[in-house]
Structure formats: C-alpha cells, structure tokens
DNA sequence: GCTGAGAACTTGTCTGAACAAGTTGGCCCC
DNA sequence: GGGGCCAACTTGTTCAGACAAGTTCTCAGC
C-alpha cells in the first residue's frame, strides 16, 4: 500500500464491506471524499476509477456514483496463481508433475513464444488438485531462456509461479486466456479419475513478463465440476470478447 | 469520437495497426506525444491508459512504452451483442424464437434480477446462428420491467440488444459471466445438431444498467467447435477469476 | 396534485506545474 | 575490454483550477 490513491481505494472498499455505503446507495460526491480524504480532486478519481474497472461502483456523468456490489465473494486482486487461489479460499493446493521433457520448439511454439523454431523448449504435463483431489491437467510449454529455473523445481512443489519469482524475480504481468469446451481425452480422463469424454473447461493461455515478452504457454484443462470462470464486463473494459473458432 | 484523449487512442491504434509504431519497438515518451497533438500530459495519459487496459502496449515507471501486440483479433470494442460481433467479422447473424412463456420468478430468478418472488418474468428460449448454421443456445429471463418490451419482438430478429435500444433506450452496460463447461443435453444437442453429451460451452451471465439495475440473466450454451471467448488479464486490470462450483 | 423551467450539484475533460521513482546509456577508470 | 557510477530521460503521483455536460431537486405556475 504505498500511493495515496491506492489507499484511499482500499479503504473504500473496506467501507462498502463493512456496508458503511450500503448497496445501491450513493458514494459521496468527489468533492466530499477529496476534502474528507485531504488530497485533490484528481487522486480521489483515481481511486474511484479502479473500484469502477472492477464493477463495485456504477459512473455516470453528473449523477452521484452508485454502489453496485459488495467485494466479489472473495478473493479478487491477487489471484493470477493456481496455488494463491486456493490459498485464498482457505484449500491446499497440490502439484504432481506426470512428465517433463526437452523438445526442438515446433513453429506454433516458435511464434507463441516469440522464439527461433527448433530452439529446445520445456514441456511440462503437470497435474494440480485442491485438498487431494485433482481438478486440472496443465500442459504447459516454457521459453528457453526460463526452462532451467522451471527444471529444477521439485515435481510436488504447489507453485510454480512463486518459486520462479523467488528464484529469478519473474513477475507474470500479462495474460491472453482463449476459453473453450472440450471432451476429456483418455489421457485426461486417467489424470483426472473421470470418465473418457466428460465435458472439460480448456483454457489456452500465454503469460508474458511486464516488457512484454512471453514467458510460457500452455493448456488447462478444468473439471467443470469443481472449477469455473467469472468475467466482470464493463462499458469501456470488454475484456471478454467472443472468438470463432480457426 | 468526441473526446479528445479518445481521438488520440484513436490515432495511436491505427499507428499501431500500420506499423508506424512496430511490435516490440518503442512508443513516442509522453511528453513528446503531447506536444506532437498540442494537448497536455493528462490527456495523453488518458489515451494510453486506455491502450493499456487493452493490452496493446506495456508500461513501466521509468521506461518509455513498449508496443505490446497490434490490434487483438478485429472486433474489439462493440461486441457485447452477439449480432454486432458476428456483423464485425462479416458474417451474418441469425436468430430464431423456440419458446416464450412467462412464469412467476423463483428464488433464483428474484435474486438474480432484484425482483420480488412470484412476480411474471418472460422467459425465452433462443436459438442462434452464424450463417445459417446453428451455434448457440439462449435460455433468458427478462426482469418484469423490461418484458414488455421483448414480448413485442419479431421472434426472427437477429439482434434484441439493438431493438431494445431503439424501443426503449436501454443500454446494457455491466455484465458478469460465470464460464464453465456442460455436456449437451438432448434439447440442446437437437436445437444445435450436435450429439448429446458433446461438450458445451456454457456462460451464465447477468446483465445490467448503468446505473446497476439488472436487466436479464441468461444460460448461453454455445458448440465449443464453433466459438471460444479471449479474455485479456493485465497486472492491475484481472478480469478473470476463478470459481469452485457451488 | 402535476408539470415544466431553472438553479444547484456532480461527474467528465483538460491544463500546467512540480516532484518522486525507476530506467537507460554513456563516460570514466581500472 | 569490462565494470561501475552518474546524468539525462521517462513514467508515476499529486495538486489546484477551470469549464463542459449531464442529473437532480426545488419551486412557481397551472
């Protein structure tokens, strides 16, 4: 918490919770929250600009801002990671890598990942359950330049993410998630001790650092049973958009 | 385009588009785009910030903007609508009225759409195509107050966001989407000529006023061979959640 | 009691300025 | 040639003020 309109964010958030402003009633005016909060107009729109991307507050021009939900459920900022998530949720997140080998980067992986064809890249077939029970087959391709810190990871650890982070500073920034159903192969339906073409969530996405660069890509596959997605739309923030299929 | 910052972010995706700016290359510092336009720093703020949130260019404290990707598919910005999004990509929408009847709202339907219990809400089952070929099922329940309103629509009309905006001026302006996966039921496999049980794609979301009134709550069931959704996540701007089942 | 006009209020847009914090490139020294 | 430090550059944060555009409330008049 280090910037003041960051502050100030939160502790509307908080107030909204604690339903000091309750649900479909007005946020004070501009004005009010900047002399209340001692700073200026301008960093009081900052802060209400990110409780509206993130659908808790409804804007209009010359209308008091409206409030629309409370936090939701839960977790909300910090979730990129599987094993944050689950944390989060008060569940243990578990990790089993099934195999992992070294492969000459096939043209669609040389393009995704922006690399030289034939470069060798990770892949790693990884099984993730919550509390014991498996709920996702990741099928995960990683850049050359990060795969020797992804090898020596040990096959049980729950996150990868933060033992990246920890070992070289890598910070995911950027996701590009392409959301679709599939039927549960043989392989799938083994790993995830479901029968062979139930319908499974598959996510395909690639993750790339702050500058841009893309660090990983990779194939989830969820039990649409255990897990699913929200996506908060707002006017000006689409960031769910349909896709036909290639 | 009446805003200038809107004018800017305008001309700065077109740059992109063309090539003046390459991907991977370096955006223009802000002060020199602000001069360059004659606005001030704010306002180029504004027009990046918006560039951001879309995930075309990459920002860090210190560094000038890296250009991230060139415009994400086509469609972009109008596509809540499903006839709007097929208009964009050159196909033809199609729509076709299976059922309609109203029905006192139950639990469900009264929490969902912030209606009292027992009051008629209009349900309507949709069918949905791209060219003739059909690809989506539409189960929606329409809040009370808007009823009306559908009733009167052409059960052949390939675009009810846009009727209703002409009729009555509604705007649908937030929208929350749950994603998960379900295998075809034997109405659905009939309605898209599928199989039963092949994987589906299933959104179930509620839509919104701006001012946080909702409007509709729909189970949308698309064939997964069909079409798939993006999502975009960025550092700050996480659209997507995941959720356990209930 | 209802309607319509207008005043008061509120958010959106934009300016110009200043400082903080982080990055980059070049220069000097070894 | 290589390493390290510093200066120049660039984005992030914040302020104070002004006007535009839209909404809401009040009050006069019917």
Redesign the interface.
């Known amino acids: 918490m280090s910037t003041r309109h960051e502050e100030i964010a939160d502790e509307l958030r908080q107030a909204i919770d604690r339903e000091e402003y309750a649900v ?1 009633g007005r946020l004070p005016a501009e004005t009010e929250l900047a002399a209340r909060y001692g700073v200026s107009r301008g960093t009081v729109r900052q802060a209400v600009a ?1 409780l509206t ?1 993130e ?1 808790l507050i ?1 804007s ?1 021009q010359g209308a008091r801002r ?1 409030v ?2 409370s936090r ?2 839960q ?3 910090e ?2 990671s ?1 094993a944050q ?1 689950a944390r989060a ?1 008060g ?1 243990e997140a578990t990790g089993r890598v099934v195999a992992q080998e070294y492969l000459p980067a096939s043209a669609q992986d040389a393009a995704r990942l922006q690399l030289r064809p034939g470069v060798p890249v990770l892949h790693v077939l990884r099984v993730r359950g ?1 509390d014991g029970e498996p709920v996702l087959v990741e099928r995960t391709v990683y850049a050359d330049w990060i795969s020797p810190a992804v090898e020596g990871i040990d096959p049980d650890a729950p996150s990868v993410t933060q033992l990246l982070f920890e070992g070289t500073g890598l ?1 995911f ?11 549960a192969s043989a392989q799938d339906a083994e790993l995830l001790d479901i029968r062979r ?6 996510v395909r996405r690639v993750t ?1 650092t ?3 660069r893309p660090v990983e890509w990779s194939d989830d596959r ?1 039990r ?12 000006g ?9 290639e």
Request: glycine share 8%; no cysteine.
């Open positions: 479909g990110a991307s659908g409804g209009r409206v629309l939900a939701r459920s977790s909300f900022a979730l990129r599987f998530w949720m569940r919550l910070v920034a950027y996701g590009e998630h392409v959301i679709d159903a599939v039927a073409t139930n319908p499974l969530l598959r790339t702050r500058e841009g969820y649409s049973d255990a897990v699913s997605f929200s996506v908060h739309n707002s006017i923030n689409n960031a769910l958009a349909r896709k036909t299929a």
